[in-house]
C-alpha cells in the first residue's frame, strides 16, 4: 500500500525562477488537495481537485501559482517568478469522496520543502 | 472565516504523565474535527477523526473529546511516551465548505525520558 508521495522533497532556487513540485495521490483517491505551511504554524488550504476538475481556490493563490490534475491523477503546482516569501513546506493530500457524500480523512503527503534565496 | 487556536504552543512533559491538549475554534458550525501529527520535517499523520455528532473518539492511548457548543476539542495522551514527541495539529472542516480544513498553528509536545 502505497501512500501520497511528493516530489522532490525539498527543493532551493533563487529569487525570480519558476519551480514546480508533483504530487502523486493514494489510487484509489478523487480528491487532491495542496496546502502551503509556514514555519510554526499550521497548513493553509490553496486548492483542491476532484478528479481532474479544479473545484476551489484559496485567495493565497495569487497568479503565479497554477495547479493543474490532467488525467484526474498525479497533481502539479507550479510557482512562477519566485518569492522569498514563497517559502514554506507545500503539502499535498488526497481522500476518496464518494457518490452518497460522506468525507473521509484526509491523507498527507510528506510535503516539498522550497527555499527561494 | 473559521478560527482555530491551540494552547499551549508548547509542552514538555516527564514519560509517564497523562496530558491534555486543548483546541478552540470560533465557527459552532463544524463538520467534523480532526487531530493530527507532524514529526519534525514530514507530513501530517491523521490521529482521530470525529464528526460532528460524535462527542469523542478514542484510539489506543489517545482520546479526543468534542464539544460544539462552546467550540473546543481537547486530546488526552495517557501514559507518555519519548516516541510521543511531536507536533500535534487540530483542524475544522465546517460544514457550508467541508472540502477545507482550517488548522491551528500546533502544539509542540516533547516528552522526557
Known amino acids: 500500500d502505497t501512500g501520497v508521495s511528493q516530489d522532490p522533497r525539498h527543493k532551493i532556487t533563487k529569487r525570480g525562477q519558476n519551480v514546480t513540485f508533483r504530487c502523486d495521490p493514494i489510487?484509489?483517491?478523487?480528491?487532491l488537495y495542496w496546502y502551503r505551511q509556514t514555519l510554526g504554524q499550521g497548513p493553509e488550504f490553496l486548492t483542491y481537485?476532484?478528479?481532474?476538475?479544479?473545484?476551489?481556490k484559496s485567495r493565497l493563490l495569487s497568479d503565479r501559482f497554477s495547479a493543474e490534475r490532467p488525467k484526474g491523477s498525479f497533481s502539479t503546482l507550479e510557482i512562477q517568478r519566485t518569492e522569498q516569501g514563497d517559502s514554506a513546506m507545500y503539502l499535498c493530500a488526497s481522500s476518496f469522496w464518494p457518490t452518497g457524500g460522506a468525507t473521509d480523512t484526509q491523507y498527507f503527503g510528506p510535503g516539498t520543502r522550497l527555499t527561494v534565496l | 472565516k473559521q478560527e482555530v487556536t491551540q494552547i499551549p504552543a508548547a509542552l514538555s512533559v516527564p514519560e509517564g504523565e497523562n496530558l491534555v491538549l486543548n483546541c478552540s475554534f470560533t465557527d459552532s458550525a463544524i463538520y467534523n474535527l480532526q487531530w493530527f501529527r507532524q514529526d519534525p520535517g514530514k507530513g501530517l499523520t491523521s490521529l482521530l477523526l470525529i464528526q460532528s455528532s460524535q462527542r469523542e473518539q478514542t484510539s489506543g492511548r489517545l482520546n479526543a473529546s468534542l464539544d460544539k457548543s462552546s467550540g473546543r476539542s481537547t486530546l488526552y495522551i495517557a501514559a507518555s511516551q519519548p516516541g510521543d514527541s511531536a507536533t500535534y495539529l487540530c483542524?475544522?472542516?465546517?460544514?457550508?465548505?467541508?472540502?477545507?480544513?482550517?488548522f491551528g498553528s500546533g502544539t509542540k509536545l516533547n516528552v522526557k525520558p
Open positions: 489510487s484509489e483517491h478523487n480528491r
Open positions: 483542524a475544522v472542516a465546517n460544514i457550508y465548505n467541508f472540502n477545507k480544513f482550517y
Open positions: 481537485f476532484q478528479n481532474e476538475a479544479q473545484l476551489e
